[in-house]
């Protein structure tokens, strides 16, 4: 029989990331790393210059789209439900279901079992695979959304009521801000399924990921360029642009722009009212707080280490269940969860 | 319920006043009765539910959610009503009962069952239902509508002029039948106020550069801008008086001095002030007045008030508020020979003299000097200007004297409410004792552009040393000018000391804190917004 060894001996908030000692990487380092593990491809969790990367597919190739040959030395892909051996530690990746490529990353040593979530949500989108609970010791969860005000509704019901809008302003260009990696494409997607078959606009910042994703396999109908469409062409009609694209000068090229914005953040009504949001969508790419919570049941960990976010309320309601929960205060992470 | 919570809701979120106004048209065009004017009501601060009090949300918060929780929350969101609204656990399939039935039930309600019908109606709402319900019955809806923008969409509504709207407003009782019955064509005109109404008042704006630039002082009257609160005073001719605060409350009965012995009919604008003498006494002397609905014998003696007047709106049946400046001004002290001085009104009611200005020169030299008369500044009345209701452009203009400045240092920071719920933006300041102690001197908020804001949060958030709740505790390091309009004592702060008005006027990131000012400086300022009114 071996000893358990405690997962806080082996594995530790660093000023750079996550380090993991028995083999010698950071998962999801701030600053370039001799060797990273990579959980997703948003620009706070993978950065570039490190000289070994081991992620998805998926993640390998958006962080290629955005940063050529500075991605990384090598780039090693590895595929859900696939492990290797890193020294002394047995690494692990499973689904997030946050946007394409995101894995949980699942870490064996000494006997005891860590899963570092990156960011992650439960319930279905159409861009990528769902999130698959995997029973641990030590859970790391994030928690953008770590309030109970945050209950994010149906996503189908929030673009109902994005096209409601278009109906009823057909004289109007709908701006719908949204982050280039993920959000984006979950949109178009769901406005596909919800039966929006005309070409939808994009900002010139978002064309490159929309490219990664349709080479993934991810099909999302036609799409235009908003530079060179005539204003006439984009009365009625649906644009997506970064969000912060909602207040710059690049948005009065539309006739008469609605600003839209899609985010987990809409739910507070200040929060639209304070970004000049004619219409809030409640759509969000990370766990809720009623997912966060279930996921902890999901996966049963006695243990939880919180990292960027709303930590406080989280830690209190694991205590709650019974869990032991602590903040571990990772710097270099957008309090706001970035996208 | 479920139409006012979706007109609050669009409102909110209504990027400018047009697109407000359009919501509003619709709203009072197609809305049910009463529930149009309940409304109305809500949205002119009409509506009043002495059975309902935030402490009392906030018990019944406390029935359903863990309250570290609640806390958490509520620093977070910013807003009671929604943080509310949005904890509240859900149970079931919203049945939304109609405005009037709440506004009516409430109304009647005792304080001891108000949580229950609030906890009843809460059940059966939907989050926007919720947060558009305590926004009701807590009052202030801060959905960006002023009184005025409502009575313009009622105009637009009814195809009469805004102003007709406003002769009538007061006479009007929610949830305002007769008045949407004339604007839909279905009755007569509603009689217009009485003698004793309240007339909206006209008020004045900061004057700018802009301003000065096109404003020749020949063409204004000048008087002192007094530290006191602006009151309407009506007079119906038979004994019976009215004193009338800014949005038209009564507070006559809070100042019996004033309001017995005038026999006259009248209508006049003026300022209320304390002070023996005619000599304006600090505005912290007033405050006390302000406090008590039903003022002492020796309160009254200790700070008597008396009403310094600078208009007249009515003169008996006349209405003279059409007539220029400068007639009205000597149809004021014609009246005041004719009908106070003499009489018992006449030790508590005086006139606002005029002061002489030719240059801009002149002006400024009268402006610097205004703290000794006990004033804030100037005002600037252009001589052909009506009386008009409202904040009518380029007619009056106040021209506050310069701010006094200190440098103090950041103590503690809370986040702002509305607009600012993400940011902290709520600063608490200190400045240094002779023990070298750091004591509070008073809370300014933020006034600066959005960036620097933004700048200030991201310092707070990375020099936090500790939290109590909302407020954290930063490092004392940051240094940032304050400006403010006076010193008083007080015993509310350990400095012995509180400014008037702060707020910040520069962040100093180049000063290190051991040189931000001491407390013996704000000492030395004491009283010098004023001369010494005994």
Redesign the interface.
């Known amino acids: 029989m071996t000893m358990r060894m405690r997962p806080e001996t082996w594995i530790r908030p660093t000023p750079q990331g996550l380090y993991v000692e028995p083999g010698d990487f950071f998962i999801d380092p701030v600053r370039p790393a001799a060797r990273a593990v990579v959980t997703h491809g948003h620009a706070d969790h993978a950065r570039p210059g490190n000289e070994s990367v081991l992620a998805t597919a998926g993640t390998l190739a958006i962080m290629r789209a955005r940063y050529g040959a500075a991605a990384g030395g090598t780039l090693q892909a590895i595929g859900y439900g696939q492990s290797v051996r890193i020294g002394d530690v047995t690494v692990g990746f499973a689904p997030a279901g946050h946007v394409l490529g995101s894995a949980q990353i699942v870490l064996e040593h000494g006997g005891s079992r860590v899963v570092v979530s990156g960011d992650y949500k439960r319930r279905r989108d159409p861009t990528c695979p769902p999130f698959e609970p995997q029973s641990c010791d030590v859970f790391v969860t994030e928690a953008t959304f770590g309030?109970?005000?945050f209950?994010h509704p149906v996503d189908a019901d929030e673009i109902a009521r994005l096209l409601g809008s278009v109906h009823r302003n057909p004289e109007r260009a709908h701006l719908v801000g949204v982050y280039a990696l993920g959000k984006c494409q979950r949109v178009i997607r769901l406005l596909r399924e919800a039966g929006w078959d005309a070409p939808i606009f994009v900002h010139g910042a978002l064309a490159e990921l929309c490219a990664v994703y349709e080479q993934a396999g991810v099909a999302l109908g036609p799409l235009r360029a908003v530079a060179g469409a005539e204003p006439r062409d984009l009365a009625g009609a649906i644009v997506l642009a970064p969000p912060s694209a909602l207040a710059d000068r690049w948005s009065r090229r539309l006739p008469e722009p609605l600003?839209v914005a899609a985010s987990g953040w809409m739910?507070?009504?200040?929060?639209?009212?304070?970004r000049?949001?004619?219409?809030?969508l409640v759509i969000s790419d990370h766990a809720d707080w009623p997912e966060l919570l279930g996921t902890f049941a999901d996966v049963d960990a006695p243990e939880i280490w919180v990292t960027h976010g709303?930590e406080?309320?989280l830690v209190?309601?694991a205590g709650?269940q019974g869990r032991r929960a602590r903040a571990l205060r990772l710097i270099g992470r957008d309090?706001d969860g970035g996208p | 319920m479920k139409r006012f919570a979706q007109l609050l809701?669009a409102l909110?979120?209504?990027?400018a006043r047009g697109a407000k106004l359009r919501l509003l048209v619709d709203h009072f065009r197609s809305a049910p009765d009463p529930d149009r004017g309940w409304a109305l009501a809500a949205l002119t601060d009409g509506l009043d539910f002495p059975a309902v009090k935030p402490a009392a949300i906030r018990d019944l918060a406390a029935t359903r959610?863990?309250p570290?929780?609640f806390a958490?929350?509520y620093d977070?969101?910013?807003?009671l009503a929604?943080?509310v609204a949005?904890?509240w656990p859900p149970t079931g399939i919203a049945v939304h009962a109609p405005l009037h039935e709440i506004v009516d039930t409430l109304a009647r309600a005792r304080r001891q069952d108000a949580p229950a019908l609030l906890a009843g109606w809460m059940d059966r709402l939907d989050s926007d239902g919720r947060?558009a319900l305590l926004k009701l019955v807590t009052g202030g809806l801060r959905v960006g509508v002023s009184a005025r923008l409502a009575k313009t969409a009622l105009a637009e509504h009814g195809g009469v002029d805004v102003s007709a709207i406003e002769e009538i407003w007061h006479g009007l009782e929610p949830p305002y039948a007769a008045l949407f019955g004339w604007l839909d064509g279905q009755g007569p005109m509603p009689p217009k106020t009485g003698a004793l109404g309240f007339r909206p008042m006209m008020l004045a704006h900061a004057l700018d550069d802009a301003d000065r630039a096109a404003l020749s002082p020949r063409d204004v009257a000048v008087e002192w801008k007094w530290d006191g609160i602006r009151v309407q005073l009506a007079c119906d001719g038979t004994g019976a008086v009215r004193l009338h605060a800014r949005g038209g409350d009564e507070i006559g009965g809070a100042f019996p001095e004033i309001v017995t012995g005038l026999e006259h009919r009248v209508v006049a604008d003026g300022e209320l002030l304390v002070g023996t003498g005619f000599r304006p006494a600090p505005f912290a002397d007033l405050q006390q007045r302000l406090n008590r609905k039903a003022p002492s014998r020796a309160l009254i003696a200790r700070h008597p008030a008396f009403l310094r007047l600078y208009d007249i709106l009515f003169d008996g049946e006349e209405d003279l508020r059409a007539l220029p400046f400068a007639t009205r001004r000597a149809r004021l002290e014609t009246w005041f020979a004719q009908r106070v001085a003499g009489t018992p009104a006449d030790g508590r009611i005086d006139l606002s003299p005029r002061l002489d200005a030719t240059t801009w020169e002149d002006l400024a030299r009268l402006r610097d000097g205004s703290a000794a008369i006990g004033a804030e500044g100037l005002m600037l009345k252009r001589l052909d200007s009506a009386y008009v209701g409202g904040r009518p452009k380029g007619s009056w203009y106040k021209w506050k004297r310069d701010p006094m400045h200190a440098d103090a240092v950041l103590m503690y920071a809370q986040r702002g409410h509305?607009?600012?719920?993400?940011f902290y933006s709520d600063f608490t300041f200190g400045c240094w004792r002779e023990d070298g102690e750091l004591v509070p001197v008073g809370k300014a908020y933020f006034g600066f552009t959005d960036a620097e804001l933004a700048r200030l949060d991201r310092w707070v958030?990375a020099n936090a040393v500790d939290r109590f709740g909302p407020v954290l505790v930063v490092a004392r390091e940051l240094v940032c000018e304050l400006a403010f309009d006076g010193v008083q004592r007080s015993s509310r702060h350990k400095s012995g000391l509180a400014l008037r008005f702060p707020r910040i006027a520069r962040i100093r990131w180049d000063k290190p804190a051991a040189e931000a000012d001491r407390i013996d400086a704000l000492e030395g300022l004491v009283g010098r917004d004023r001369a010494d009114p005994r």
Do not use: C, F, M, N
Not at chain 2, 418 to 422: A, I, L, M, P
């Open positions: 309030l109970p005000v209950v600003a739910r507070i009504r200040q929060r639209a009212r304070q000049g949001v004619e219409l809030p709303q406080d309320a209190h309601a709650l309090e | 809701d909110i979120l209504a990027p959610i863990d570290v929780l958490l929350s977070y969101v910013g807003d929604e943080t949005l904890l947060w509305g607009k600012r719920s993400s958030r």
